[in-house]
């Protein structure tokens, strides 16, 4: 299921960015239903990491692309679920827009049951990042 939200953030892109690329490190300061992190390796353009969420162990290759403004999670390895996870920033300081996009599509019955959950959990990541970066 390919679900999206985006809210408009006060702020500058500098401060944004910077919160998005800890957000690799530490997704669990935004998104509260993540209890375990792990980053497997580090590269010139992102990560591969673990984290343990919705009692499931959740592994992506992470790709950062600051020029088009993008940090792209491509789920590896995942038994109940394929696809990726999107933070775009569009815009410019002070009219920028924050929008997770999130296409991962169910493989068993019980990934159907845990895809009615993720539409929340994506509007209130998106809330929480624009909620840090205004106060910065």
């Known amino acids: ?8 953030v006060n702020s500058t892109f500098e401060t944004l960015w910077v919160l998005l690329l800890d957000k690799v490190h ?16 580090k590269y010139d353009d992102g990560v591969l990491r ?3 969420a919705l009692g499931m162990m959740i592994k992506e290759k992470i790709t950062i692309d600051e020029q088009n403004k993008i940090v792209r999670f491509d789920l590896i390895e995942n038994s109940m679920f ?7 920033v569009e815009g410019y300081d002070g009219k920028l827009t924050l929008i997770y996009e999130q296409n991962w599509i169910p493989i068993t019955s019980q990934a159907r049951e845990l895809e009615t959950k ?13 909620e840090l970066a205004e106060k910065q």
């Open 50 to 52: 673990q984290i343990q």
């Open 26 to 41: 530490h997704p669990d300061k935004t998104i509260k239903e993540i209890t375990h992190v792990d980053i497997l390796e």
């Open 118 to 130: 993720l539409p929340q959990i994506l509007i209130h990541g998106v809330q929480a990042m624009k």
């Open 82 to 88: 394929t696809g990726y996870f999107l933070n775009k």
């Open 1 to 8: 299921m390919q679900i999206s939200h985006s809210e408009q």
